[in-house]
């Protein structure tokens, strides 16, 4: 009887620190005084870009209603978009407790740090360094009642070529993937493997939420593949009609 509430006891502080570690700032120690500094000055400089930039936004919605059927079922989304989108996506889903994937960088510690800011958990690794953990985290995090999000294009590309990650977190925890798309009618564009994309303040943007894609429990191979390729389709044609959008809305601006 002790061993089964010592059993019991030792599960809920495990599931305690594996949310705090996701949603409080991590210990800088093992950086030098200049990196911490470094992390903090870029830590609150793209917290108050993003939250200037996006208070300023007027979003225009299509597809809200596929949000909210899996709100009203109860079902946790996994938010999923291109890369280049981050900034407003960011920004618009914000203070959901959605969970992300950051990498263990440099980088990634102040990526943590200002998502966070906004209200984001982070599992921490990427496809090149500590995915799998991560990905393992992730699927914790859900289980435990938190939404996640993929910029399912990241962190390296291929630009617009969508990975497996979200569809694997969808076959583990049985919760469905929604595809959205936001399309900014004026910004600038980054020279970088993703064109990523910073929104002029005050301009319109158009965001384009997708029918959920639930995957099996039982999915093969050849069932992964599948519904990797709705994905691709779905985020395909968001981002056609975004685009088809914004032609009718205005042409693009140069950096």
């Not at 709100?71 to 960011?90: D, E, F, K, P, R």
């Not at 569809?167 to 064109?195: E, R, Y």
């Not at 191979?221 to 975004?242: M, N, P, S, T, W």
Request: glycine share 8%; hydrophobic share 40%.
């Amino acid at each position: 009887m002790q061993a089964s509430m010592d059993q019991q006891f030792k599960g809920r502080r495990a599931a305690e620190d594996t949310l705090r570690l996701a949603y409080e700032f991590a210990e800088l120690s093992r950086y030098s005084l200049k990196q911490r500094a470094m992390i903090r000055v870029a830590d609150i400089g793209f917290y108050g870009l993003i939250r200037l930039i996006g208070r300023t936004v007027r979003f225009d919605i299509d597809g809200w209603e596929n949000f909210e059927r899996l709100a009203n079922q109860g079902q946790l989304a996994i938010y999923s978009c291109w890369h280049n989108q981050v900034l407003l996506s960011t920004y618009f889903w914000r203070h959901r407790q959605i969970v992300v994937m950051t990498s263990q960088s440099f980088d990634g510690e102040y990526i943590a740090r200002f998502i966070k800011r906004f209200g984001y958990g982070t599992a921490r690794g990427s496809s090149t360094r500590g995915g799998t953990g991560a990905i393992v985290e992730m699927i914790r995090l859900m289980r435990m009642g938190c939404p996640a999000g993929f910029t399912i294009d990241g962190p390296k590309g291929p630009r617009y070529v969508a990975k497996m990650g979200a569809v694997l977190l969808a076959k583990k925890t049985g919760q469905p993937i929604l595809p959205f798309n936001i399309t900014a009618k004026h910004f600038w564009q980054v020279n970088s493997w993703d064109q990523f994309q910073v929104p002029k303040p005050f301009t319109r943007a158009r965001i384009e939420i997708a029918p959920p894609i639930l995957v099996p429990a039982d999915a093969g191979d050849q069932v992964l593949k599948e519904k990797r390729d709705a994905l691709q389709r779905a985020l395909d044609e968001l981002k056609e009609r975004g685009d088809s959008w914004r032609a009718v809305q205005g042409s693009q601006d140069p950096i």
